[in-house]
Each structure stands twice: as C-alpha cells, then as structure tokens.
C-alpha cells in the first residue's frame, strides 16, 4: 500500500536549512553509513517537494547545467514540485509543477507512485500542509548534532502528540534517526 512520508534531515532544535536556505551545516556533520538513503530511495515511487528545495537541489547539484545527474540522484522517478512560477526542468527530467491544494493534485501522485511510496522531500511547509490534510503517514527525520539560531522549521504547524506514534529511534552515525507514524485526522 503506498505510504506518504515525509523524509528529512533536521538540526536538534528543528531547522531544515539555516536563514540562507543553505544546508552546510548538515555537510559539516559525518554522513550516516552508506546504503541507508539508498534503501529508502528504493521504496520510493514519486518525489514531492516545495520550489525552494527544488531550487536548492538544481544549485547545489548543478543539474541544469549537467541534467545526466539527475537521473543518478533519483532514477526515473517522477517529481512534483509545487511553485507559482515558471521554473527551469533539467533536460529528460520527470518534473511536473504543479500549484494549489495537495488534496486536489494527490490523485496524480498516488497514480504515478504505483505501489510505491510517495516521498515528500520538503520543506516543511509543504509536508505540513500533507499532515493538515490528513494525508501524511509517517515521519522519519535524521536529527543532526547542530543547533542553528532559525531558518527553515521542521513543520511549521503546531502538531499535538496525539498525531505521532513513536515507532523507532536508530543511531545512524552521528544522527538520531527517528521514525513517527501520523494519526489520520477526523474525516480524512
């Protein structure tokens, strides 16, 4: 059954990326061991992610200027990146933009993930607006030994403990890596 997660990495005080949008904090820290991302990766069908983690991706990465690499960071997995403008597509990438309500373009990633898993990548905002619309099932979240004095949230919504079940805490390297499952609100 296809899941809907929302897979990060966070600082212990709950940033995704500093007041730059930059994620050198989270490449000072020693990775996890290999082929762990790489298992998650294989349970995935769709990405979903913001324009600013889109962006972020495209810069850091240089995709447009060399769109093979896309393909070597995520297969030929479509990705749905929501955005209100016009935003560059790496040559043979699987990118649709897409704007509005998760709930009025979820059929489209359900279909396309088949029976796999749905990642949303980020940020917070966005895996915030799957969990208001019931549609988000779990959580996993590498916390990093580093704390930053803001940025971006975690999930910017108040979030009661009655939504999350704790299922695992790992040590993944130097990361505690923490798996929650979301309760389904009322009528969704």
């Known amino acids: 059954m296809t899941r809907v997660i929302y897979y990060t990495a966070s600082t212990l005080n709950g940033f ?34 913001g324009s600013t983690t889109y962006e972020w991706v495209l810069d850091f990465e240089g995709l447009l200027a060399d769109p093979g690499k896309w393909g070597t960071l995520y297969g030929e997995r479509p990705t749905f990146v929501f955005t209100t403008r016009d935003l560059p597509v790496p040559d043979g990438a699987d990118v649709h933009l897409v704007s509005g309500d998760v709930r009025a373009v979820f059929g489209r990633f359900r279909e396309a993930a088949g029976d796999k898993d749905i990642w949303v990548v980020g940020g917070g905002d966005l895996a915030g607006q799957f969990l208001a619309a ?31 079940t704790l299922r695992s805490v790992e040590q993944q390297g130097q990361f505690a890596f923490l798996t929650y499952d979301v309760a389904r609100t009322s009528g969704t």
């Open 16 to 49: 995704l990326a500093d007041e730059h949008n930059s994620l050198d904090w989270l490449f000072a820290v020693e990775p996890p061991p290999p082929g762990l991302y790489e298992r998650f990766l294989g349970t995935v069908g769709v990405l979903v992610e």
């Open 134 to 164: 019931g549609l988000l099932d779990e959580i996993q979240v590498s916390i990093a030994p580093v704390a930053l004095t803001g940025g971006a949230p975690l999930l910017p919504l108040r979030v009661e403990s009655d939504r999350l």
